[in-house]
């Protein structure tokens, strides 16, 4: 009951857009395969689990989560995609927003890290940020590490976010990095 309290509550920190037609398609990394829709595709290990169909606890903004495999601990690292209306904005500008966000609902907010890094939006590399961070949802929760990516298309803004306890095994935080930096915006 733990796992799925938490999982709810990170996704309800993250609100975004609907559900799409997926298709798997099989990248560069054998453990890896691209999970793809209509509006983006991402690098998800092959024993994760998909989670596409959310009840009504569920944001509806949320677009796809993905869920490690590891069932033994109290918080499953997770990777989550939501779609906000956004309006015209740079991919810089929608971070920065999200950020301020961040920083005013997660209690303990911290920001480790912000990168530059370049992903994939309509088919042009484009300037992004990676923002990595921690901070808990609510007083009686871990604290939790996030790393997010930001895109912005056709006036939706996408937040592919990294959820982890900040003890989480280096193997499951690079695997986080890499789902959340290959993000493509179709």
Same mark, same amino acid.
């Given at each position: 009951m733990k796992?799925?309290?938490?999982?709810?509550?990170?996704?309800?920190a993250f609100s975004g857009c609907s559900n799409e037609e997926t298709t798997p398609e099989q990248g560069t990394n054998p453990t890896y395969y691209v999970y793809s829709t209509n509006s983006f595709s991402l690098e998800v290990p092959n024993d994760w689990e998909v989670i596409s169909q959310f009840t009504s606890d569920y944001p509806t903004n949320?677009? /796809?989560?993905?869920?490690?495999?590891?069932?033994?601990? *109290?918080?499953?690292?997770?990777?989550?995609?939501v779609g906000n209306t956004v309006g015209e904005i740079?991919?810089? *500008?929608?971070?920065?927003?999200?950020?301020?966000?961040h920083s005013e609902t997660l209690i *303990?907010?911290?920001?480790?890290?912000?990168?530059? /890094?370049?992903?994939? /939006?309509?088919?042009q590399l484009t300037p992004a940020y990676r923002n990595y961070f921690e901070g808990r949802n609510s007083p009686d929760t871990n604290t939790l590490k996030f790393i997010q990516v930001y895109a912005v298309k056709d006036g939706i803004g996408y937040i592919a976010t990294a959820s982890f306890l900040p003890n989480e095994d280096t193997f499951v935080t690079d695997t986080c990095v890499n789902m959340v930096e290959s993000l493509e915006i179709k």
């Amino acid at each position: 009951m733990k796992k799925i309290l938490a999982l709810v509550a990170l996704l309800i920190a993250f609100s975004g857009c609907s559900n799409e037609e997926t298709t798997p398609e099989q990248g560069t990394n054998p453990t890896y395969y691209v999970y793809s829709t209509n509006s983006f595709s991402l690098e998800v290990p092959n024993d994760w689990e998909v989670i596409s169909q959310f009840t009504s606890d569920y944001p509806t903004n949320t677009l /796809v989560a993905f869920r490690n495999n590891i069932k033994e601990q *109290d918080f499953l690292a997770n990777v989550n995609i939501v779609g906000n209306t956004v309006g015209e904005i740079s991919n810089g *500008d929608y971070a920065i927003e999200m950020l301020k966000k961040h920083s005013e609902t997660l209690i *303990d907010y911290t920001l480790l890290e912000q990168k530059e /890094v370049e992903i994939f /939006v309509g088919g042009q590399l484009t300037p992004a940020y990676r923002n990595y961070f921690e901070g808990r949802n609510s007083p009686d929760t871990n604290t939790l590490k996030f790393i997010q990516v930001y895109a912005v298309k056709d006036g939706i803004g996408y937040i592919a976010t990294a959820s982890f306890l900040p003890n989480e095994d280096t193997f499951v935080t690079d695997t986080c990095v890499n789902m959340v930096e290959s993000l493509e915006i179709k």
